[in-house]
T-cell receptor, first 111, second 111 residues
């Protein structure tokens, strides 16, 4: 079946460091790919998305490129802030109502 | 501010109680979802309503009973819960295959 694998956390970085969170997927068909972020005490919110191969999603300084050849959708940010501390979920949808989530990666950013 | 509103934010209930969780959205989305999220885990799908009809029940125990009174409202009725049902319950909505819009959840504790 379809699945999403994310790098295990937690990831701890200093402010202004470069961030990469790896995400790979297995899917039949042509999935749409998403990154969701969950701040403490809140629900998940969409961070960015890409719906076809080579699309780049971007938002709030975060970027991810849909790589079909490597089945990957890695999340990157050039300079993280303390306010980026949260849990990040990679996810895919191939059709219908089921979103497949990765396990989540917790990010801590130190001042 | 989230566009999906969930009440209450917190709920403590005994195993013999009956309570309800409520969710409301005014984005015109025709699909609404209930998810359960345990600590440090991704959300797990429980139910999906599409056009006010139950489309998916992920083999959820009958002590959880969903209801969709109209296209904007979604309820989850709880009865005879177990301590292991303690979790964050998230409501979400979507339009077609668009990303999920989540509420901030109800933190449920079963004593």
């Amino acid at each position: 079946g379809d699945s999403v694998t994310q790098m295990e956390g937690p990831v701890t970085l200093s402010e202004e460091a470069f961030l990469t969170i790896n995400c790979t997927y297995t899917a039949t068909g042509y999935p749409s790919l998403f990154w969701y972020v969950q701040y403490p005490g809140e629900g998940l919110q969409l961070l960015l998305k890409a719906t076809k191969a080579d699309d780049k999603g971007s938002n709030k300084g975060f970027e991810a490129t849909y790589r079909k050849e490597t089945t990957s959708f890695h999340l990157e940010k050039g300079s993280v802030q303390v306010s980026d501390s949260a849990v990040y979920f990679c996810a895919l949808v191939t059709g219908g109502f089921k979103t497949i989530f990765g396990a989540g990666t917790r990010l801590f950013v130190k001042a | 501010d989230t566009e999906v509103t969930q009440t209450p934010k917190h709920l403590v209930m005994g195993m013999t109680n009956k309570k309800s969780l409520k969710c409301e959205q005014h984005m015109g989305h025709r699909a609404m979802y209930w998810y359960k999220q345990k600590a440090k885990k991704p959300p797990e799908l429980m139910f999906v309503y599409s056009y006010e009809k139950l489309s998916i029940n992920e083999s959820v125990p009958s002590r959880f009973s969903p209801e969709c009174p109209n296209s904007s409202l979604l309820n989850l009725h709880l009865h005879a819960l177990q301590p292991e049902d303690s979790a964050l319950y998230l409501c979400a909505s979507s339009q077609g295959l668009s990303p999920l819009h989540f509420g901030n959840g109800t933190r449920l504790t079963v004593t």
